[in-house]
């Protein structure tokens, strides 16, 4: 079975400063790993994923996330926080064999402070 | 959101009623997926659909039930079986391997189902 794990409810930054949101997995094969945002009452939006390669991705809004295989951590960071970040923040796994639907974490809070 | 459309986005059901929430995309995809959002919880998968005609449970599916007699088309049932619905369901799908978006999932809007 596989899983995700992240381990804060809700992390606050303020304005400017570099932010991370933390996000471990576990899977019987090699991971596809995805970042998604949710703003209040809507779907969620996709921000960046790892299917292979290099082990720094970049995605939408400034955003980036680095897989560490030995740690299986796939932490999202962005160097400089927005106000217009604040949301909800979803890390999702699925093996590369087997069903194609994701396996979501419980959602990271994040805040950024003016 | 773009492509995919879900509908009702409030919906209120008394104990007891089935109700059917729906799921339509543009998208061409192939698979789509349902699931649920709790407070604190995720995403939880309830069923998916790879094909036409063909679809799997998943994580929670008891007290749901689902079709696919149309490609653009994926409507959950959503049953007094069901002992806790109240929730946020999210549909989602994904295009065929040809494509590279292949392994993401695009989510509709979502549905916000009470019991009253």
């Known amino acids: 079975a596989q899983s995700v794990a992240q381990p804060e409810d809700q992390v606050n930054v303020a304005e400017g400063n570099p932010l991370t949101v933390k996000c471990t997995y576990s899977?019987?094969?090699?991971?596809?790993l995805f970042w998604y945002v949710q703003y209040p009452n809507r779907g969620l939006q996709f921000l960046l994923k790892?299917?292979?390669?290099?082990?720094l991705v970049k995605g939408s809004y400034g955003f980036e996330a680095e897989f560490n295989k030995s740690q299986t951590s796939f932490h999202l960071k962005k160097p400089s926080a927005l106000v217009s970040d604040s949301a909800l923040y979803f890390c999702?796994?699925?093996?590369?064999?087997?069903?194609?639907?994701?396996?979501f974490g419980s959602g990271t809070r994040l805040q950024v402070q003016p | 959101d773009g492509g995919i459309t879900q509908s009702p986005k409030y919906l209120f059901r008394k104990e007891g009623q089935n109700v059917t929430l729906s799921c339509e995309q543009n998208?061409?995809?192939?698979?789509m997926y349902w699931y649920r959002q709790d407070p604190g919880q995720g995403l939880r998968l309830i069923y998916y659909?790879?094909?036409?005609?063909?679809?799997q449970k998943g994580d929670i599916a008891e007290g749901y039930s689902v079709s696919r007699e149309k490609k653009e088309s994926f409507p959950l049932t959503v049953t007094s079986a069901q002992k806790n619905p109240t929730a946020f369901y999210l549909c989602?799908?994904?295009?065929?391997?040809?494509?590279?978006?292949?392994?993401?999932?695009?989510f509709g809007p979502g549905t916000r189902l009470t019991v009253l």
């Open positions: 989602a799908s994904s295009p065929p391997p040809e494509r590279v978006t292949y392994n993401e999932q695009f």
């Open positions: 899977v019987s094969g090699n991971p596809y």
């Open positions: 790892y299917i292979t390669g290099d082990n």
């Open positions: 999702a796994v699925r093996d590369r064999v087997g069903r194609r639907a994701l396996t």
């Open positions: 998208l061409n995809h192939d698979a």
């Open positions: 659909s790879q094909i036409v005609n063909d679809f």
